[in-house]
C-alpha cells in the first residue's frame, strides 16, 4: 500500500539550518548535511532543502551544498529558493536534487512550470504555495509570506497542476511556525480538487496533528522543520504513532 | 569492471550515477555504442515520455543495440517500460524484451487515488538474484502514471489501485518500476545485487 510521507524540512542560510517563527526569527539548527543523514537515519521518507536567502546570495554555494547532500543521503529530496529559469535548476539537477520547488517565480510567470516540466518531467516540479487567510478567502502570498497577491490559492493549485506540477507544498503562513496544527480546510479543499500529491506544511505541534492532516484533510505527506530539528518529536516515533492509527508509512 | 548508464534524453539520470557512488561504483553514463557493448553491467534508466524516449533510442540505433545485449541490463522506471512490448502512453511500441507485455495508464476512475503514484510502497512476491537479502514488503519509492501488467516474467508486485509488476526479469534483462537509487537501504541492496550478478 502507498504510504504517507513524513518531510522533515530544512531551511538553508549561509549554509547553517535555521527556522523562525512566520519566516523571521531565525534560530541556527546546525550542519544541514549532517541534519540530513540523521533523518535519513530515522526513517524520513524525503527530504526538502529551502534556501531562503537564494535570491540574494551566491548560487554556487548552494549547488555544492546540494552535491554533498546527494553523496550522503539515499533518499529523495526536493531542493527550493530563488529558481527562476530553466537552467537554474539543470544545475540543481546536475549536482544531484531529485525535485526542485517553485514558488514566487512560479506566480510571476506561470509559464515556468510548463518549461520545467517539459524538460525534466513533471515528477521532478513541486509547485510550493505560500497561502494566508485574507477577508475569509486562502490566497497565495509570495516571497515567503511578504507580498500578496490577487491569486485565490485554490485556483492556482488547478492552474499548477494543469501546467504540469508534479506535486503541490501547500504552506499556511497563519498556521507556519505556531504548533497549533495544520490548516486542514484548506488542506482538503485543494487535495481533493487535483490529481496529484499534497504536501502539507506549516503548524505541525504535536503527533495528533499529523494524524488529522492525513485523515480529516486527506494530505499525501506532511512537512514539518523545527519539531524535527529539535527532536521534539523523533521522526520514528511519529511514523509508530500513526501506524496504530491505521495511517499507513513506512517502518 | 566496468558499469554503464545508457545516456539518452530521458530525465534524471544523476540520481542514479550518485547512487551508485555511495555504494563505491563508478559509472560511465554515454550512448555510445561501442562502450554500451564493451560494458560488463548496463544500466537503462530513465523518467520521462515514452515515446519521445523510443524516439532517440531509434535515431541513434540503441533500440537493437540494447535488445542484442547479453551483459546483465537493469532498466529503471521508464527504462523498465521501455522494455516491455508495448506502452498505451501515446501509443507507443517498445523494445519487446519482455514479450506481448502492455504498459497500462492507472485509471484513477473512483478519484481515489492520485495519478501518478508518488512516494512509498511495499513490494511483494519476490524473485530471482536481484532481491537476495532484500525482505518480502520492503518499501520502495516509485513516481509513476503507467504501469506493467502482471505477466509470466514478474518478479516482483505491487499493490496501487490494484496489483501490477514493480519488477521484471528475462534472461540477463531486469527491471523496476521503482527507483533503486532512491529507495534508501533496500535500493542500495538491490543496486549492490545487480552489479554483483
Known sequence: MLTKRIIPCLDIKDGRTVKGTNFLELRDAGDPVELAMRYCEEGADELVFLDITATTEKRKTLAAMVREIATHINIPFTVGGGINTVEDVRVLLDNGADKISVNTSAVKRPELINELAMQFGSQCVVVAIDAKLINNTWMVVTHGGRTPTLLKALDWAREAAARGAGEILLTSMENDGTKNGFALGITKTISEAVAIPVIASGGAGTMEHFSDVFKKANADAALAASIFHFREIPVQELKRYLQERQIPVRL | ?197
Not at chain 2, 513516481?143 to 496489483?163: C, R
Open chain 2, 1 to 197: 569492471m566496468k558499469t554503464v548508464i545508457i545516456k539518452y534524453n530521458a530525465g534524471n539520470i544523476q540520481s542514479v550515477l550518485v547512487a551508485l557512488e555511495r555504494i563505491g561504483v563508478q559509472a560511465v553514463v554515454t550512448d555510445d555504442p561501442e562502450e554500451i557493448l564493451a560494458a560488463e553491467k548496463v544500466i537503462f534508466p530513465g523518467v520521462g515520455e515514452a515515446s519521445t524516449a523510443m524516439q532517440y533510442l531509434k535515431e541513434r540505433e540503441l533500440d537493437k543495440l540494447i535488445v542484442s545485449l547479453k551483459q546483465p541490463v537493469l532498466g529503471i522506471c521508464l527504462g523498465m517500460q521501455l522494455l516491455c512490448a508495448y506502452s498505451e502512453e501515446n501509443d507507443t511500441p517498445c523494445l519487446g524484451v519482455f514479450e506481448e507485455v502492455p504498459v497500462r495508464k492507472f485509471r484513477n476512475e473512483k478519484k481515489a487515488f492520485k495519478v501518478p503514484q508518488t512516494g512509498w510502497n511495499s513490494i511483494q512476491q519476490l524473485k530471482g538474484p536481484l532481491f537476495s537479502q532484500v525482505k518480502e514488503n520492503e518499501y520502495c519509492y516509485f513516481v509513476h502514471s503507467y504501469y506493467a501488467i502482471l505477466n509470466a516474467f514478474t518478479t516482483g508486485t505491487t499493490e496501487y489501485i490494484h496489483p501490477y509488476s514493480s519488477a521484471l526479469q528475462r534472461n540477463n534483462f531486469y527491471g523496476v518500476q521503482f527507483h533503486p537509487e532512491k529507495s534508501a537501504k533496500a535500493g542500495e541492496q538491490i543496486l549492490k545485487n545487480f552489479l554483483t550478478l
